[in-house]
């Protein structure tokens, strides 16, 4: 089963629960607080994607926050090809992993 970790602010509403659409779509997930994030990325060996998920009212400093730590993971799993997706906590962010994780594969399948 593919993991997917995601990365939020560890408020977690229930309205917002990534975890129940990622397990409807066939993915395990994991999810975290920013602050662990790396930690817990050490233990995944090879997560089918990462999602930063930011509060919807998150303001400018925290916004800042997780588009480095995007930037930052974007480098580091470059060679890997695990996308890093940033949602601001809005629905339909299993449908975006679903869709990137889709052109992926038909990418890597015409290599």
Do not use: C
Not at 37 to 53: G, H, K, N
């Amino acid at each position: 089963m593919q993991k997917v970790l995601v990365v939020d602010n560890g408020e977690r509403a229930p309205d917002s629960a990534l975890s129940a659409e990622l397990a409807g779509l066939g993915y395990a997930s994991v999810t975290t607080p920013f602050e662990a994030a790396d930690d817990v990325l050490a233990l995944i060996p090879s997560p089918a994607a990462v999602v930063l998920q930011m509060p919807r009212h998150a303001n400018w400093s925290e916004r800042k926050r997780f588009l480095e730590l995007a930037t930052r993971l974007r480098k580091t799993l470059a060679a890997s090809h695990t996308p890093v997706i940033i949602t601001g906590g809005e629905g339909g962010t299993a449908t975006l992993l679903q869709n990137e994780l889709n052109t992926r594969a038909v990418a890597a399948a015409e290599f």
